[in-house]
């Protein structure tokens, strides 16, 4: 059975994580000024995470292979309404321009789950180290590629002494 890393938004992380430990963090989640976000990390650098306030919650999971990545997207399957839409998390912005727990995550109306659906989808993770079958999981791969692609584009480009300098002093 995989051992996981239990983070939660502004507490201590725990490893190994229980699934009681994985039980209470997503129940934390529904506490008007608790935390917003979580994931469990295996230890080959797997992972699943929630994130959401007020009852709208987002579930993602990423399976590493090698240098690539699958990244998925939980998403209900009773609802195949694609609209999009946002949830929101994060007590602090990590980038300053947010407010108190008010950082989007974009998402489809399919994709926003309620607390019930996070614990079974973390549960059933921690479990058994896949992602539930009561779910439909949209495969996000190509847009995290983009990003990666796009984000990669800021190396050194050129190397040359600047205007001015001797090269002698």
Same mark, same amino acid.
């Given at each position: 059975?995989?051992?996981?890393? +239990?983070?939660?938004?502004?507490? $201590? ?16 989640? $529904? ?18 995470? $929630?994130? #959401? ?6 579930? !993602?999971?990423? =399976? ?32 300053? !321009?947010?407010? =108190? ?17 996070? +614990?079974?989808?973390?549960? !059933? ?29 800021? #190396? ?12 002698? =002093?």
């Amino acid at each position: 059975m995989a051992r996981y890393r +239990l983070m939660l938004e502004d507490h $201590a992380d725990v490893f190994p994580a229980s699934l009681e430990a994985v039980q209470k963090a997503v129940s934390k989640l $529904a506490i008007p000024e608790g935390p917003t976000f979580l994931n469990l990390t295996d230890e080959n650098g797997n992972w699943a995470q $929630a994130g #959401g306030t007020e009852g709208r919650y987002r579930v !993602e999971a990423r =399976h590493v292979y090698g240098e690539g990545f699958q990244h998925v997207m939980a998403s209900r399957l009773d609802c195949r309404i694609l609209h999009p839409t946002t949830v929101f998390y994060r007590n602090v912005c990590t980038e300053g !321009e947010h407010p =108190h727990r008010r950082c989007p995550l974009p998402a489809t109306v399919a994709n926003v789950l309620s607390l019930d659906d996070v +614990l079974v989808i973390l549960t !059933e993770y921690w479990l058994t180290g896949e992602l539930s079958a009561k779910f439909g999981w949209d495969d996000l791969t190509s847009d995290w590629l983009a990003q990666a692609v796009a984000s990669a584009d800021r #190396g050194i480009k050129e190397i040359k002494p600047k205007k001015g300098k001797d090269k002698d =002093h």
